[in-house]
């Protein structure tokens, strides 16, 4: 599997404040993406990097932002926290250097509560 | 569009016997689908995918599941379930649009009792 870190691996956070989740993988893959797992809907992407500098959003991206300015590393924010955004958020990666369908490898995950 | 389901939310099966763990989709090209499993306070480990070819796709830890194209199902499957198996597993398709993104299901707690 890849190697994939995300920190913290726990936050608890007040509603209103900024949040910053990071993940780390050391693989050299060149996707990367941010899911968030509540029950009864599985995981949802939130947004996704293809590349240095290159993101894009997903299913449920209001009230998030990312930045990708090195290939290892990809950061989720929350710019002003809602109780809504309590979630178990996922980091995966995939190679993006094959034509072929790619496995995506996922992080351990952040558990964030907003109070 | 594309999605799939789980239809189960909870599957129980005894240690031993077999499991079915069942997943449908709906894409409107041809699908590439994935089941991954998630063991408590982790991440979720790959399983195996069907891209083309057999309609038996074999995986990690002696799991299968079998592709049938007119009945849109994608089933995970195991010979003989082992305690260990109890977790949350989860079936996802790729994006059709050609970006590498998976929608995932709501997931099925498989629980084996000893």
């Known amino acids: 599997d890849a190697g994939i870190t995300q920190s913290p691996r726990h936050k608890v956070t007040e509603t209103g404040t900024p949040v910053t989740l990071r993940c780390h993988q050391t693989?050299?893959?060149?996707?990367m993406y941010w899911y968030r797992q509540d029950p009864g809907h599985g995981l949802r992407l939130i947004h996704y990097?293809?590349?240095?500098?290159?993101?894009d959003k997903g299913e449920v991206s209001d009230g998030y932002s990312v930045s990708r300015s090195k290939t290892e590393d990809f950061l989720l924010t929350l710019e002003s926290a809602t109780s809504s955004q309590t979630s178990v958020y996922f980091c995966?990666?995939?190679?993006?250097?094959?034509?072929?369908?790619?496995?995506?490898?996922f992080g351990p995950g952040t558990r964030l509560l907003v109070l | 569009a594309q999605s799939v389901a789980q239809p189960e939310d909870q599957v129980n099966v005894a240690e031993g016997n077999p499991l079915t763990v069942k997943c449908t989709y709906s894409?409107?090209?041809?699908?590439?689908l994935f089941w991954y499993v998630q063991y408590p306070n982790r991440g979720l480990q790959f399983l195996l995918k069907?891209?083309?070819?057999?309609?038996l796709v074999k995986g990690s830890y002696g799991f299968e599941a079998e592709f049938n194209k007119s009945q849109t199902s994608f089933h995970l499957k195991k010979p003989s379930a082992l305690v260990s198996d109890s977790a949350l597993y989860f079936c996802?398709?790729?994006?059709?649009?050609?970006?590498?993104?998976?929608?995932f299901g709501t997931g099925t707690r498989l629980t084996v009792i000893p």
């Open positions: 995966a990666t995939s190679s993006g250097q094959t034509r072929e369908v790619e496995t995506q490898y």
């Open positions: 693989e050299n893959h060149r996707y």
């Open positions: 990097s293809y590349g240095v500098k290159d993101t």
């Open positions: 894409v409107s090209g041809n699908p590439y």
């Open positions: 069907y891209i083309t070819g057999d309609n």
């Open positions: 996802a398709v790729r994006d059709q649009t050609g970006a590498n993104n998976l929608f």
